[in-house]
């Protein structure tokens, strides 16, 4: 394999030093990076190695490279056109499968900045990551699916990071969602913060009738430990109380979740959110057997037509290549002086 690492050399005025790899990492380019000269300050900025798209940056002065850090958008050549809200908080692209069933789907999220959460006096907030994904149009009972990752401000063990699911009937039957569950801490935080360098990964899990049966949650910290995962089978769950038997729905009301309570996904968004953010960078990759897609609109053969998460934020979203491809790439950066949208 070719060394696609990056390597800088000092002049010392009496001649240049032995050329060595910049000590960050992601320090690595299939093109090599481009720099600029201001001041005592020298700036670096390069495409990811291989299939990687995303921009990074980092700065040289008196001797020490700073952290690594995320451009918002890409290197790629061609970008699926954004929605018309824009990119940002609870408005992104759907990635889909062009009607087929999203079988083996795999979310992975690299913290590239520590993404703290709090309010403009400084107390925590909590915030969530979460997979907004779509049922088919043909009379799916589990319409609206969201597979979270949340930190909780009022959990029972500081704030911990947990998952969450969420599933919401195609009826919205009383406003009631089908069922929910939740996992125990994955992390035990002590603050509305997730460190750089953490990595949390969602795992969906699917039936021989391409249903979603399950959602496993884990993470990576920050030091690089490995923390146990955590996993929701939904037919350990219960359905809402408060759901009652709509008269066209014989067995809809409260009971444990089976097999019709589950259905195939067809696409999906995905969106960092939170009242507001005063830093946060990273990378988000999904990856399926099904070949994703990206577009603007909700793809007119999913149910829920029209429903989209109601949280905010100022986080922004890169722009994706359109596919057809079995793993896609978007950045994300908090806009700091940005009102959450």
């Known amino acids: 394999m070719d060394d696609e690492r990056i390597y800088y050399a000092v002049n010392s005025g009496h001649g240049w030093s032995t050329p060595t790899p910049v000590p960050l990492a992601n320090a690595v380019s299939s093109t090599g990076p481009v720099l600029a000269a201001y001041g005592t300050k020298l700036y670096g900025m390069w495409k990811g190695a291989d299939g990687d798209q995303s921009l990074y940056f980092a700065v040289f002065e008196n001797g020490t490279w700073t952290a690594l850090a995320n451009l918002p ?18 408005a992104t692209y759907f990635v889909h499968g062009n009607g087929a069933p999203l079988l083996g789907l795999t979310v992975t999220i690299d913290v590239t900045e520590d993404i ?9 907030q909590g ?15 589990s319409a609206w699916q969201q597979y979270i990752f949340s930190v909780d401000v009022d959990g029972p063990d500081n704030t911990p990071l947990t998952g969450f699911i969420e599933v919401w009937p195609n009826h919205l039957a009383n406003g009631s969602d089908l069922y929910q569950g939740r996992t125990p801490p994955i992390w035990g935080l002590t603050t509305t913060t997730i460190p ?19 959602a496993t949650f884990s993470v990576t910290n920050n030091t690089g430990g490995a923390i146990p995962p955590q996993a929701l089978t939904f037919t350990n769950l219960v359905r809402d109380s408060s759901l009652s038997n709509p008269p066209t729905t014989p067995g809809y009301g409260p009971g444990q979740v089976d097999s019709r309570d589950e259905s195939p996904i067809v696409a999906f968004q995905m969106n960092l959110v939170g009242p507001a953010f ?12 099904t070949p994703l897609s990206v577009q603007a609109s909700q793809p007119s053969a999913t149910a829920a037509q029209n429903v989209v998460t109601a949280e905010k934020s100022n986080a922004v979203y890169s722009g994706m290549a359109p596919g057809p491809a079995q793993a896609l790439t978007q950045t994300f950066v908090v806009a700091k002086d940005a009102a959450p949208m």
């Not at 958008?73 to 940002?88: E, K, N, R, W």
């Not at 703290?116 to 925590?124: E, I, L, Q, W």
């Open 73 to 90: 958008g890409d290197s790629g050549q061609d970008t699926a056109s954004p929605p018309s809200g824009g990119l940002i908080g609870n």
């Open 116 to 124: 703290v959460s709090r309010t403009p006096a400084g107390a925590p």
């Open 127 to 141: 915030f969530s990551f979460q997979l907004n994904a779509y049922a088919p149009s043909y009379g799916a009972r």
């Open 196 to 214: 750089a360098k953490t990595r949390m990964v969602l795992t969906l899990q699917n039936d021989a009738e391409n249903r979603i049966t399950g």
């Open 278 to 289: 005063a830093s946060g960078a990273g990378m988000i990759t999904y990856a399926a057997t």
